[in-house]
């Protein structure tokens, strides 16, 4: 390997040309752009300019023909065949989330990995979020006497935070192309769910959201042993998880009338709180802000402190994660067989909201 990772993105679209391009530019001693691919040729053309990547490609089979060290699988689809494809080309991989449409497919991604012998990590950027380390590293203190969990996301839209980009937007994709990658991403949650409400919650809110919150509050508290319950509609989420003794509430709600996104995790023990809430994921470097509160039981007396730990952006810094994983041979923080965890958790939710029973059995959740 060069001092330089050598690396290619398949997919130019809105996390791209946000954040991953931006901070693999940033990043230039620790990564080579070589090659970008878009199924949008005016897309990559223009990412190639604007970042300096030297080739341009529509086909990602044919990115993977150029001399790179690894393959940032960053496409809003089903990313199973191009993770597949790049580890069978000997290339580490980091892939977005989800990493695959279900996990049957992400376990074929897991097995592509280890049998090229290839680094595989799941893009789950609130795992480097600077104020989320902080607060796991504060838990382990009374995590045998917490009570409840909350996690609530109030979704807001997309185009207040991004309009300020030089975002370039796809107008040249044939409708046919389009049609076929649908019908690919359809057929690969066929294992999933079979109500045609429950298939669009699990694709476009369990997958497309809250996989980040499942697997940020698996990061925290190990894997949970049951999904008590879930209930699924395109405007609200509401599911209930237990974590051993702990009780888990999530909510998500969509508010497309107001530009105001806001999420937050709330760990609650009898002396003591935490709350981390974490701004918009599309406002670069916007600090996450942690608040722990103790009291004394019995006492009229208690205290509070906000903890702003860094303003250092965690989608960059798990590109640094990459890197390092890359170079040294070690496992990420977030690999592939989490990924895969990820994708069985949000599974467990869709049947339970179709009233199937899953077991969990505790971290059997995380095992192949």
């Known amino acids: 390997m ?3 990772i050598r690396v290619g993105v398949v997919g130019c679209g809105l996390i791209a040309q946000v954040m991953h391009l931006h901070y693999l530019d940033e990043l230039s001693d620790e990564f080579e752009l070589v090659a970008v691919c878009d199924i949008s040729e005016e897309v990559a053309v223009a990412c190639a300019k604007r970042f300096g990547a030297r080739t341009v490609h529509t086909r990602w089979q044919e990115l993977l023909e150029q001399p790179l060290d690894a393959v940032l699988v960053l496409t809003s689809g089903n990313h199973a065949p191009v993770a597949i494809g790049a580890a069978q080309a000997g290339k580490h991989v980091f892939v977005e989330k989800p990493m695959a449409l279900s996990s049957e497919h992400g376990a074929r991604v897991l097995d592509a990995a280890e049998t090229a012998g290839v680094r595989l ?83 476009w809110i369990l997958l497309d959201c809250l996989v980040h919150e499942f697997n940020a509050l698996r990061g925290a508290l190990g894997e949970p042993s049951e999904v008590v319950s879930a209930q699924l509609s395109r405007t609200c989420v509401s599911v209930n998880l237990r974590f051993g003794d702990t ?22 023990a009898p002396e003591q709180r935490l709350t981390l809430e974490l701004p918009s994921p599309f406002l670069r470097s916007a600090p996450s802000r942690l608040v722990v509160e103790g009291g004394e039981t019995g006492a009229a007396s208690s205290w509070e402190r906000e903890e702003v730990v860094s303003y250092d952006e965690a989608f960059k810094r798990e590109l640094r994660e990459f890197a390092d994983c890359v170079r040294t041979g070690r496992e990420p923080r977030t690999p592939g067989v989490d990924g895969l965890a990820d994708l069985r958790l949000c599974e467990a939710v869709a049947r339970a909201n179709e009233g199937v029973d899953v077991a969990l059995a505790g971290s059997a959740v995380g095992e192949r």
């Open 247 to 268: 009780e888990c509430h999530l909510s998500w709600v969509d508010l497309p009338g107001i530009a105001r996104y806001k999420q937050e995790f709330a760990f609650y």
């Open 121 to 203: 990590m799941v893009g789950m950027m609130k795992r480097y979020d600077p104020a989320y380390e902080r607060l796991v590293a504060l838990l382990p203190d009374w995590r045998s006497d917490l009570r409840l969990v909350q996690v609530t996301t109030l979704e807001s839209p997309l185009g207040p935070y991004v309009s300020h980009y030089p975002l370039v937007t796809a107008g040249d994709v044939p409708a046919e192309v389009l049609d076929e990658l649908r019908r690919s991403d359809e057929e690969a949650i066929d294992s999933v769910a079979t109500d045609a409400e429950t298939r669009f919650c699990y694709r």
């Open 2 to 4: 060069t001092d330089q």
